[in-house]
């Protein structure tokens, strides 16, 4: 079955700055969902976008979606030490189960 | 409010030994249920998943097996343990297979085979 994968596997940036991160996936997909997972806890739903939408805002989180690319990121602004964890795009297959890449894993630097 | 409750939080265990790992889902009824593992700063493995008590769906051929005692109870069982379980185990649910439904997890549960 298809994941999603993220890219960039790590990324460390500096308190305020942006943070972005992509995921890429390999077949038609109805719905993709990003979460998020502070070290050693379970993940938390962060944000859901359709196929039929091209963005979405939740506070400082930014998703787009790219169909024809096959491709979402997830764009986090003036980002803060507390942002620090793993982000997982998941990708539903079907009538199973939520499948998620390896993540990226984000450090915010105060 | 539903909650998610996954127990033990940790877990040492030696190879060979046997493996209980139990998840309750409250606030809710007919839940999907999953079992994940995380290895150390990896991605989710889907094991097993649940549409209802009894019934089981394995993804990934293994000395663990799963089962559904009842309708918001998924346990996660081995005979023996080898090395190569250790990870961190993750119970979740959701509402179903439809469009757009969130998948809540528990905290998890960090096991080591020594």
């Known amino acids: 079955s298809q994941q999603g994968e993220e890219d960039p596997q790590a990324l460390s940036i500096q308190e305020g700055e942006n943070a972005t991160m992509n995921c890429s996936y390999k077949?038609?997909?109805?719905?993709l969902q990003w979460y998020r997972q502070n070290s050693g806890r379970g993940l938390v739903h962060l944000i859901l976008?359709?196929?039929?939408?091209r963005e979405k805002h939740s506070g400082r989180l930014r998703v787009t979606l790219d169909t024809s690319k096959k491709s979402s990121s997830l764009l986090i602004t003036a980002s803060r030490a507390a942002d620090t964890a793993s982000y997982f795009c998941a990708i539903p297959p079907g009538r199973r189960a939520l499948t998620f890449g390896s993540g990226t894993r984000l450090q915010v630097q105060p | 409010s539903q909650t998610i409750h996954q127990w033990p939080a940790t877990l040492v265990q030696p190879v060979g030994s046997p493996l209980s790992l139990e998840c309750t889902v409250e606030g809710t009824s007919n839940p999907n249920l999953y079992w994940y593992r995380q290895a150390a700063g990896r991605g989710l493995q889907l094991l097993f998943y649940?549409?209802?008590?009894?019934?089981i769906s394995s993804e990934v051929p293994q000395n663990l097996s799963a089962s559904r005692p009842q309708d918001r109870q998924f346990i996660l069982s081995s005979k023996k343990l080898l090395l190569s379980d250790s990870g961190f185990y993750l119970c979740?649910?959701?509402?179903?297979?439809?469009?757009?439904?969130?998948?809540?997890f528990g905290e998890g549960s960090w096991l080591t085979v020594v």
């Open positions: 976008i359709r196929s039929n939408e």
């Open positions: 649940s549409v209802g008590i009894g019934q």
């Open positions: 077949t038609s997909i109805n719905n």
């Open positions: 979740a649910w959701t509402r179903g297979f439809e469009l757009g439904n969130t998948i809540y």
